[in-house]
């Protein structure tokens, strides 16, 4: 695996399967009684967040205490950026404290390549979301999940069917689902209005849909998405009641699905926009077995980016601590 974690194009699929193996084997340790492994006890991980966050980084400091690292949560608000530090700056200081690992989110696309790339900074960075670019590790945690619901797919997603539906042209999440979900080899549908698409969607090696009823019984999983308000600055909808109607997984959507496919959604959730609270809420909703995979998948993340120690021999040890 390489040092940073940027973008799903950064792990070939073997490395990928890799890590969702290895959040497997982390979870038979997270069921038991001992919940704390000692593989980087001594090492500083910081969360970097220049762009509000509760899942995510909650997320990153759980699963980084799980494995015994110390945690800096660094919020842009009230910190010197808000007076105008620059990323050089900040990561310089960061440099200074003896960072072994950076988690990033930051409103610019591409600001996670910049901090990994500067040399301002020798720790691993690891991309908790950059502008409307990227979000690897929702896309992992997310695989993950759809993999517990499916078991039989194991390192293979041939013939499951995923619709990915709304704001894509906003969504970090959307891109780096169809990177991964697309390298495990499912067929991928992207559903939203043209105005919510990217220009070049065609070269993503996708389908595209603008009728939401016509591929709901067709479909294994269906990952709704946040409409994105505070990115957009223009009207591309008519109204909220209109967009609901036509792209809401509303009552009567959720039961044309498969008995056994799934609903997801990476959170925050605008209830009753682009989901119903019924179907958030139903049993065919997935929405809080992804946080609490969200953990185990970044613990793998940063297993593998700074344990160095192969997982057998950590979950066989009685090093485990408390």
């Given at each position: 695996m390489n040092r940073h974690l940027l973008s799903i194009g950064d792990l070939d699929r073997s490395e990928a399967i890799s890590i969702l193996d290895t959040a497997f084997e982390l979870?038979?340790?997270?069921?038991?009684?001992?919940?704390?492994?000692?593989?980087l006890r001594g090492r500083t991980v910081v969360n970097l967040f220049f762009e509000d966050s509760t899942r995510t980084r909650i997320s990153f400091e759980s699963a980084a205490k799980r494995l015994s690292a110390d945690v800096i949560n660094f919020s842009a608000k009230g910190s010197s950026v808000s007076k105008g530090e620059s990323l050089k700056d900040?990561?310089?200081?960061l440099q200074a404290m003896g960072a072994d690992a950076v988690i990033i989110r930051h409103s610019a696309s591409g600001a996670a390549a910049r901090l990994a790339d500067s040399?301002?900074?020798?720790?691993?960075?690891?991309?908790?979301?950059?502008?409307?670019?990227?979000?690897?590790?929702?896309?992992?945690?997310d695989a993950y999940t759809i993999r517990s619901k499916f078991p039989e797919l194991k390192s293979d997603f041939s013939g499951l069917k995923v619709a990915i539906?709304?704001?894509?042209?906003?969504?970090?999440?959307?891109?780096?689902?169809?990177?991964?979900?697309?390298?495990?080899?499912?067929?991928?549908?992207?559903?939203?209005?043209?105005?919510?698409?990217?220009?070049?969607?065609e070269s993503w090696g996708v389908k595209v849909s603008y009728n939401f009823d016509s591929i709901l019984k067709n479909v294994d999983v269906v990952m709704m998405l946040r409409i994105q308000s505070e990115r957009m600055n223009e009207a591309f909808?008519?109204?909220?009641?209109?967009y609901s109607r036509g792209f809401g997984l509303d009552q009567d959507r959720l039961e044309s699905l498969k008995s056994k496919a799934i609903v997801m959604h990476p959170g925050?959730?605008?209830?009753?926009?682009?989901?119903?609270?019924?179907s958030a809420d139903s049993l065919q909703s997935v929405v809080l077995a992804q946080v609490s995979n969200g953990v185990?998948?970044?613990?793998?993340?940063?297993?593998?980016?700074?344990?160095?120690?192969?997982?057998?021999?950590?979950?066989?040890?009685k090093e485990v601590v408390n």
């Open positions: 979870s038979k340790i997270s069921d038991g009684a001992m919940k704390k492994l000692p593989t900040t990561a310089q200081t040399g301002w900074i020798s720790a691993s960075v690891i991309n908790a979301g950059d502008g409307t670019h990227e979000h690897p590790t929702q896309a992992l945690l539906v709304g704001d894509i042209l906003h969504s970090r999440v959307a891109r780096s689902n169809v990177l991964l979900l697309k390298k495990l080899g499912a067929e991928v549908t992207l559903v939203s209005l043209p105005t919510l698409l990217p220009v070049g969607v909808f008519p109204t909220a009641r209109e925050p959730m605008n209830r009753g926009l682009e989901i119903s609270a019924a185990l998948v970044r613990m793998a993340v940063l297993y593998q980016l700074l344990g160095g120690t192969p997982l057998n021999v950590v979950s066989n040890s």
